[in-house]
């Protein structure tokens, strides 16, 4: 499939040695940011060199770049806090997961003690949240701490996922906020029943201390981005429904106490931790993991947050980017030869309406999942296409307008399919009677 691909230049960023010598330029100006501080009050992040700097992309399609220092091993520390939410979305489902912990930004520090006016934690991107969310994981899925490492690994594509037990061991002596906030949410009967407050602290501090590479963790983010599915094995790894959510709660409370800004400057889900990393999804293009250990007065890093600021004013990757009014931005994305101002409904419409695209999804596909009656009329009474044709997720138009609850064009594909099989079988019985009369003929 990539060979396929890669000759008929269906990548999703076809010339992407233009668009990597564009973010090595990116990498280097950041490099240039010497501000910031290293982060010491857990000892063993506190070792590394303030001069390490590394940026590792891969997109959906596979293609993977990296720059600096992208080989050495890093704790997720915060960075794990909405791979084990989506853990527990995908598991338990999202009603019951928010049984427990909300979905607002808190307005205040992420190690705040701090309760919404239900007497549950603001999100879980917050310590409060995260360390119900390690209970939920601990006590209702059973889940050890190496099978969350295994699945992490599968969002890995099998790549690095290690483990540092110094900085656990530092996490357990110096995380006195840590054990107030478990002893409050305990008091405020935040934790399922039956939770062991210090066992979740514990599992909570084991989650902090998995190591990725910013390699590995850019195939993590591009699962994210892939819609569950990573790019590397081509195996689903999450739901639909986990990623929707988990990026949701990235974009509006993922980088501490600056997801406000960072959500208007650069409009993409993102989370920090406070060893330098920086996870950052652009949804159906590419994951990335930045990684520098200097940190801002808000503890995200310097570097990491300039890179992010500088990739989304070159290009149109912000959430409410609009081609027709952003001009000068440039979409990797689009083929040379394109329209800019088109969009992706005019170019399936523009091409025949049997063509897939890059995810083998066709234009019915398109807008099954967005509503489009007329469209669908339109493709289905006009053109006859195919109801029967699934992308590479194995989904069918109907599959996609019953998944973003399109009741009606639900209703109009599955009678669709059914004349459509009539029909077919009709046609079928016609070329085999045309090829018995032939041979009758012949005889």
Same mark, same amino acid.
């Given at each position: ?5 890669? $000759? ?27 501000? +910031? ?67 607002? /930004?808190?307005?205040?520090? $992420? ?70 906030? +478990?002893?409050?949410?305990? #008091? ?14 514990? $599992? ?36 639909? #429904? ?26 993409? /889900? ?6 330098? =990393? ?36 070159? *290009? ?9 009014? *952003?001009?000068?931005?440039?979409? /990797? ?20 309406? *049997? ?19 007329? =469209? ?10 195919? /109801? ?28 669709? #399919? ?26």
């Amino acid at each position: 499939m990539l060979l396929s691909k890669a $000759f008929k230049k269906k990548f999703i960023i076809p010339d992407f040695e233009k668009f990597t010598h564009q973010i090595d330029n990116m990498y280097d100006r950041a490099l240039k940011h010497e501000t +910031g501080q290293v982060a010491d009050y857990i000892p063993q992040l506190a070792k590394f060199s303030p001069d390490l700097w590394g940026v590792s992309l891969c997109t959906i399609d596979g293609q993977r770049h990296s720059v600096g220092d992208t080989k050495i091993p890093i704790c997720l520390q915060s960075c794990v806090k909405p791979l084990e939410y989506a853990i527990a979305v995908h598991e338990l489902g999202s009603e019951h997961v928010h049984r427990y912990v909300g979905k607002e /930004p808190s307005g205040l520090k $992420f190690n705040q003690l701090s309760l919404n006016d239900e007497d549950k934690p603001h999100n879980p991107m917050v310590n409060a949240g995260a360390i119900v969310i390690s209970s939920l994981i601990k006590l209702l899925l059973n889940v050890m701490l190496l099978q969350v490492m295994d699945f992490l690994k599968s969002m890995a594509g099998t790549e690095y996922v290690g483990f540092s037990n110094a900085t656990f061991q530092s996490e357990r002596e110096t995380g006195d906020r840590n054990y107030a906030i +478990g002893y409050y949410l305990k #008091e405020k009967k935040c934790f399922p029943d039956n939770a062991d407050m210090i066992a979740a602290l514990d $599992f909570y501090f084991q989650l902090c201390s998995i190591e990725v590479t910013c390699e590995s963790g850019s195939v993590m983010a591009a699962t994210l981005a892939n819609g569950g599915i990573c790019p590397i094995t081509g195996d689903r790894v999450l739901s639909a #429904e986990s990623i929707r959510n988990t990026l949701s709660l990235m974009h509006s409370c993922g980088m501490y106490d600056l997801s406000g800004q960072f959500a208007f400057h650069v409009g993409l /889900p993102a989370k920090s931790g406070v060893s330098g =990393a920086v996870l950052l999804v652009v949804p159906n293009v590419m994951g990335v993991m930045c990684w520098s250990p200097p940190l801002d007065r808000t503890g995200n890093s310097v570097r990491g947050i300039h890179f992010c600021q500088e990739l989304v004013s070159h *290009f149109n990757f912000h959430h409410y980017d609009n081609l027709r009014h *952003f001009a000068k931005k440039y979409d /990797p994305r689009r083929q040379s030869n394109d329209d800019p101002v088109s969009n992706s409904h005019t170019k399936s419409f523009n091409h025949s309406t *049997f063509e897939r695209d890059y995810d083998s999804r066709t234009p019915l596909h398109v807008a099954a999942a967005e509503g489009h009656m007329d =469209a669908v009329l339109f493709l289905t009474e006009i053109c006859k296409v195919n /109801p029967h044709m699934k992308d590479r997720w194995g989904n069918t138009p109907v599959d996609d307008a019953m998944q973003f609850g399109h009741d009606v064009v639900v209703s109009v594909l599955q009678k669709y #399919e059914e004349k459509y099989c009539d029909s077919e079988a009709q046609s079928h019985a016609e070329e085999q009677k045309a090829m018995l009369d032939t041979l009758k003929s012949a005889a």
